[in-house]
């Protein structure tokens, strides 16, 4: 079984688009074909499931039309709307171009340890990205989960050596 640690979000779909089972989605990584990747996985209760994606399309500079062999009705179509799509790291495709060139993405902090203005807070379970403000889920030692913005004026440092995520909060946030 694929844990979530080796996947990371690409996109999500929006909508069926037609009647035989095509899908319209978002695609975060620029020129990324879906197509040509080994599969895609979509979480379905509370399971990393492959699926193969039979073609892909453009429809956009972030959208495009797929269809996902298995699925050819608009019902069906219909069960993957809304549906975080993933794609495990390994099967990305490297960026000769990227002059930053750490491949770093938000999966790859699960597990991270968060502490916030000198408190420790807990350790990244997930990421919500289904609405516009991404939430990093944190859960503390009790067991209570908190979710935390991801915004870049929040991260103070994030060290991958020892997996510390540190952080400045807005005051009362940790409290809701």
Avoid: W
């Avoid at 399309?57 to 549906?83: C, K, M, N, Y």
């Avoid at 790291?89 to 491949?103: A, I, N, S, T, V």
């Amino acid at each position: 079984m694929i844990g979530r640690r080796e996947l990371v979000a690409v996109g999500s779909v929006l909508k069926p688009h037609g009647v035989k089972g095509e899908m319209n989605a978002l695609v975060d990584i620029p020129d990324l074909d879906l197509s040509e990747l080994p599969c895609v996985f979509f979480e379905l209760d509370g399971l990393m499931v492959p699926f193969f994606v039979g073609a892909q399309r453009r429809r956009g500079a972030e959208s495009v039309l797929v269809t996902i062999d298995g699925v050819d009705s608009e019902p069906r179509a219909a069960d993957f709307a809304g549906l975080t799509i993933y794609v495990r790291k390994q099967d990305l495709p490297e960026d000769d171009d990227d002059d930053e060139g750490d491949g770093f993405y938000l999966a790859d902090l699960i597990g991270y340890r968060v502490t916030a203005d000198g408190m420790d807070v807990g350790t990244v379970e997930d990421f919500d990205d289904s609405t516009a403000n991404v939430l990093m889920t944190v859960r503390a030692d009790s067991g209570r989960t908190v979710n935390i913005p991801v915004a870049d004026e929040f991260f103070t440092s994030v060290d991958p050596e020892s997996g510390m995520i540190e952080m400045t909060l807005p005051e009362g946030l940790l409290d809701l």
